[in-house]
């Protein structure tokens, strides 16, 4: 009887929404400033899922931009840099990405603007990592280690 009680009072719970309602991580997307942006590009690519983001300014024009690694409705994980323009946001081309634990950053690899995103991840126990440079509105690899072997399809 006393488990039947416990069991009503943490289904009681459940339903008014204490300790049970967490939405699942893997599909939760990480905190971005410039809501602008990720809305264009949901809009643009619905069934997305953003993984990993990181705020800069990658094309040089003061305004900062967003590198994001998504989930595709294939499941296929990619890089791209959504560029906020003064004639509203452009993407770049994208690259395959890392299917598990991927880190975006922000840096200056060569002494000079605009700033470089670096890509990590892995696959397994595959780590890969890559260097990417907006150029023209593109987005350049400039080196890669191990991205076959870390990345899907
Ligand atoms: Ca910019």
Same mark, same amino acid.
């Given at each position: 009887?006393?488990?039947?009680?416990? #069991?009503?009072?943490?289904?009681?719970?459940?339903?008014?929404?204490?300790?049970?309602?967490?939405?699942?991580?893997?599909?939760?997307?990480?905190?971005?400033?410039?809501?602008? #942006?990720?809305?264009?590009?949901? =809009? &643009?690519?619905?069934?997305?899922?953003?993984?990993?983001?990181?705020?800069? $300014?990658?094309?040089?024009?003061? &305004?900062?931009?967003?590198?994001?690694?998504?989930? $595709?409705?294939?499941?296929?994980? =990619? &890089?791209?840099?959504?560029?906020?323009? @003064?004639?509203?946001?452009?993407? &770049?081309?994208?690259?395959?990405?890392?299917?598990?634990?991927?880190? #975006?950053?922000?840096?200056?690899?060569?002494?000079?603007?605009?700033?470089? #995103?670096?890509?990590?991840? =892995?696959?397994?126990? *595959?780590?890969?990592?890559?260097?990417?440079?907006?150029?023209?509105?593109?987005?350049? $690899?400039?080196?890669?280690? *191990?991205? @076959?072997?870390?990345?899907?399809?």
């Amino acid at each position: 009887m006393k488990r039947l009680v416990c #069991l009503l009072a943490i289904g009681a719970l459940c339903a008014i929404g204490i300790g049970c309602g967490a939405p699942p991580a893997q599909d939760a997307e990480p905190e971005i400033g410039n809501v602008e #942006l990720v809305e264009r590009f949901h =809009r &643009t690519r619905p069934n997305t899922v953003i993984v990993a983001a990181a705020e800069g $300014d990658f094309d040089g024009d003061g &305004t900062r931009d967003l590198g994001v690694v998504y989930r $595709d409705e294939r499941d296929r994980f =990619r &890089t791209v840099v959504l560029l906020d323009r @003064a004639s509203g946001p452009q993407f &770049t081309n994208a690259h395959k990405a890392p299917v598990e634990r991927q880190v #975006l950053e922000v840096k200056d690899i060569d002494g000079k603007l605009p700033y470089e #995103l670096v890509v990590r991840g =892995r696959k397994g126990p *595959n780590i890969g990592y890559a260097i990417y440079r907006v150029e023209d509105g593109e987005l350049v $690899d400039v080196f890669g280690s *191990n991205m @076959a072997d870390c990345c899907g399809n």
